[in-house]
C-alpha cells in the first residue's frame, strides 16, 4: 500500500520519504513520531508538507495512539505553507473508521482492483 501511496504523491510532485527517523529539514519539527510517508513540495510562493499514514489494519484506538499532532513545520517568510494529511486504508476497511478524521484528514480507499477512491477533508 506504500508503494502506491508513494507513487501517486510522486505523480503529484511531491519528494516521498519513507518512515524517516528524523525530520528531513530544520524547518519541520515532530515529537515521538514518524509518518509511513513524507512528502516535500515546493516552487517559488509556497512549501507544502504532506504525511500519509498507511494502515492495512485500520484500528482507531490504535490511530489516536499515534503523536501526529506533534508535527508541526514553519515555511519560510516569504512562502505559504500548508500540511497535507492522509490515511490510506485497504478497500474493504473504511467501516473501521471514524469519518470525523476527515475534518483534518483525506481517506484514501486502495484496493487490487479498480480506481482509488480519495475521500477529501471538510471543513
Known amino acids: ?67 501526529y499532532g506533534s508535527l508541526w513545520f514553519e515555511p519560510s517568510v516569504l512562502r505559504e505553507g500548508s500540511i497535507r494529511r492522509i490515511l490510506a486504508v485497504p478497500r474493504g476497511k473504511l467501516s473501521a473508521l471514524d469519518l470525523t478524521l476527515r475534518r483534518g484528514w483525506e481517506i484514501w480507499v486502495i484496493g487490487k482492483t479498480g480506481p482509488m477512491l480519495k475521500i477529501p477533508t471538510v471543513g
Open 1 to 67: 500500500m506504500k508503494a502506491i501511496v508513494k507513487a501517486e504523491l510522486e505523480s503529484e510532485d511531491y519528494q516521498v520519504m519513507a518512515e524517516p527517523a528524523f525530520p528531513p529539514a530544520n524547518w519541520i519539527h515532530w515529537e515521538s513520531y514518524r509518518p509511513d510517508l513524507l512528502g516535500l513540495r515546493s516552487d517559488e510562493t509556497s512549501e507544502s508538507l504532506v504525511i500519509a499514514e498507511c494502515e492495512t489494519h485500520p484500528n482507531m484506538r490504535r490511530f489516536s495512539a499515534k503523536h
